[in-house]
Every structure is written in structure tokens, then in C-alpha cells.
């Protein structure tokens, strides 16, 4: 079983490429009508947008690829365009 690495601090696709580099995440396992195992939580935060701030699987414990993985992540700033 793959070990989870520490993606706070992260930019998400960053996070996700490490996710994916040890193993944790396995694309293209999943099947078309499976779910991905990686959900983000968005919240508002002083930190760069899509910086992930917090990880529900604490790293260094060892996981199932593909086990359900919730990432708690920096909203970007919201635009509104008014015509």
C-alpha cells in the first residue's frame, strides 16, 4: 500500500501530481462511471488561491490507492461581470 504524502502547502494540481506520483491516486483505475477519490472542500483563506491547507489523511500513514481523500483548499477569489 502506497504512503500518503504531505500536500499542505500545495498548489492543487501540484498536490495532485504528488498524489499521483506516490501512488495514492491511480487514474484511468477508477472506471467512466466510478467517482474520483479526491474531493475539495473550498475555504476562505488568506493563503494563495488553490493552496491546499489541510488533508484528511494525515501523511506518512499508508493507504489504499484510490481510498477517498478529501483536500480542504484556498477558494479563488469570486468575479462577478456586470454588463
Same mark, same amino acid.
Given at each position: @500500500?502506497? %504512503? @500518503?504524502?504531505?500536500?499542505? #502547502? $500545495?498548489? $492543487?494540481? %501540484?498536490? &495532485?501530481?504528488?498524489?499521483?506520483?506516490?501512488?495514492?491516486?491511480?487514474?484511468?483505475?477508477? #472506471?467512466?462511471?466510478? %467517482?474520483?477519490?479526491?474531493?475539495?472542500?473550498?475555504?476562505? =483563506?488568506?493563503?494563495?488561491? $488553490?493552496?491546499?491547507? =489541510? &488533508?484528511?489523511?494525515?501523511?506518512?500513514?499508508?493507504?489504499?490507492?484510490?481510498?477517498?481523500? %478529501?483536500?480542504?483548499?484556498? &477558494?479563488?477569489? @469570486?468575479?462577478?461581470?456586470?454588463?
Amino acid at each position: @500500500m502506497p %504512503t @500518503m504524502p504531505n500536500v499542505v #502547502g $500545495l498548489e $492543487l494540481g %501540484t498536490a &495532485q501530481a504528488a498524489l499521483q506520483a506516490a501512488g495514492v491516486l491511480v487514474l484511468g483505475a477508477i #472506471g467512466y462511471f466510478g %467517482t474520483y477519490p479526491v474531493s475539495v472542500s473550498w475555504r476562505k =483563506s488568506a493563503s494563495p488561491p $488553490l493552496t491546499v491547507l =489541510s &488533508q484528511s489523511i494525515n501523511s506518512g500513514n499508508s493507504v489504499a490507492a484510490n481510498a477517498a481523500l %478529501t483536500l480542504g483548499v484556498a &477558494q479563488p477569489p @469570486m468575479a462577478v461581470v456586470f454588463p
